[in-house]
T-cell receptor, first 116, second 114 residues
Framework: ETGVTQTPRHLVMGMTNKKSLKCEQH?????MYWYKQSAKKPLELMFV???????ENNSVPSRFSPECPNSSHLFLHLHTLQPEDSALYLC???????????????FGPGTRLTVL | AQTVTQSQPEMSVQEAETVTLSCTYD???????LFWYKQPPSRQMILVIR??????QNATENRFSVNFQKAAKSFSLKISDSQLGDTAMYFC???????????FGQGTRLTINP
């Protein structure tokens, strides 16, 4: 299994639906991340989890609810989304405390979300 | 706050040519890391190369090399002998030492023509 996987790859949902995005990393890392990539905007960091604990929330609306049951899995639960939430959602993982001093992030293929 | 600027929204070159993508950044930090990621049409964000700011030697990975000018806060990517598979969006990113937040530029869309 390749490094970081994400499912589903594509998701179309209505504003009243509840759906979840899943991310799994097979790299033995201890940190996981959610990013949002919108058209014509730089990637935006949404959440950071270290050893299953959330360490960063970049003012993300509560309609996005992350969950990290263990260091290998990360979910993003979606509820009552708006059309402007349509974007590519990327998951990433990294080591923590790497001997090189840099916690390089490795990304999954993303989930293309469309909110109708 | 750190910012990363990629001034070339799009570039296009012929296969086998050399191409250089520009990136500048703004920071008051002295210790940090710089990255180039590529994102092909498949959307997978792939790490291309990484540079530690404390290293004077420019990083190289096969056909990919950087020109890191710390005083000028410049971090360009050179792709030699470009291949059709190099067609992608290229993102420059910054991370300060000890941090986990990557700050990305807007990206450069590179097309390699046959």
């Amino acid at each position: 299994e390749t490094g970081v996987t994400q499912t589903p790859r594509h998701l179309v949902m209505g504003m009243t639906n509840k759906k979840s995005l899943k991310c799994e990393q097979h790299l033995g890392h201890n940190a996981m991340y959610w990013y949002k990539q919108s058209a014509k905007k730089p990637l935006e960091l949404m959440f950071v989890y270290n050893f299953k604990e959330q360490t960063e929330n970049n003012s993300v609306p509560s309609r996005f609810s992350p969950e990290c049951p263990n260091s290998s899995h990360l979910f993003l639960h979606l509820h009552t989304l708006q059309p402007e939430d349509s974007a590519l959602y990327l998951c990433a993982s990294s080591p923590l405390g790497a001997t090189s001093g840099v916690n390089t992030q490795y990304f999954g293929p993303g989930t293309r979300l469309t909110v109708l | 706050a750190q910012t990363v600027t990629q001034s070339q929204p799009e570039m296009s070159v012929q296969e086998a040519e050399t191409v250089t993508l520009s990136c500048t950044y703004d920071t008051s930090e002295n210790n940090y890391y710089l990255f180039w990621y590529k994102q092909p049409p498949s959307r997978q964000m792939i790490l291309v190369i990484r540079q530690e700011a404390y290293k004077q030697q420019n990083a190289t990975e096969n056909r990919f090399s950087v020109n890191f000018q710390k005083a000028a806060k410049s971090f360009s990517l050179k792709i030699s002998d470009s291949q059709l598979g190099d067609t992608a969006m290229y993102f420059c990113a910054f991370m300060k030492q000890g941090a986990q937040k990557l700050v990305f530029g807007q990206g450069t869309r590179l097309t390699i023509n046959p």
